[in-house]
Nanobody
Framework: QVRLVESGGGLVQAGGSLRLSCATS?????????????MAWFRQAPGKDRDFVAA????????DYRDSVKGRFTISRDNAKSTVYLQMNSLKPEDTAVYYC?????????????????WGQGTQVTVSS
């Protein structure tokens, strides 16, 4: 497993933007190792299940998004920095949730949270109307 640390959450008005980052906290983790992981973002609103948001393949060539964020969110990764990002534009109040970064060793992108073995602690995103 790999330790993940999210950052970049906060309070923003509807229509605004935020950029989330997820970095590894393991000193021995390097770019080669990070490249072995498919990365994803999930979110969980109060009283609801943890839902898939976006995923990116190990090399970054393939991405997947939930329908409600397509065209507004962009997932990307910098393997040299062992970091994955989620750029969120045109935010809506319904995007309010705790956002979690997840990693999947060697497998391809999946929307199933059971496919990811490593998780961060989450970062709160609150969108006001």
């Amino acid at each position: 497993q790999v330790r993940l640390v999210e950052s970049g959450g906060g309070l923003v008005q509807a229509g605004g933007s935020l950029r989330l980052s997820c970095a590894t906290s393991t000193s021995t983790f390097n770019a080669y190792t990070f490249n072995a992981y498919t990365m994803a973002w999930f979110r969980q609103a109060p009283g609801k299940d943890r839902d898939f948001v976006a995923a990116i393949s190990r090399g970054g060539a393939s991405t997947d998004y939930r329908d409600s964020v397509k065209g507004r969110f962009t997932i990307s990764r910098d393997n040299a920095k062992s970091t994955v990002y989620l750029q969120m534009n045109s935010l809506k109040p319904e995007d309010t949730a705790v956002y979690y970064c997840a990693a999947r060793f060697l497998g391809g992108p999946t929307q199933n949270k059971e496919g990811y073995a490593s998780w961060g602690q989450g970062t709160q995103v609150t969108v006001s109307s």
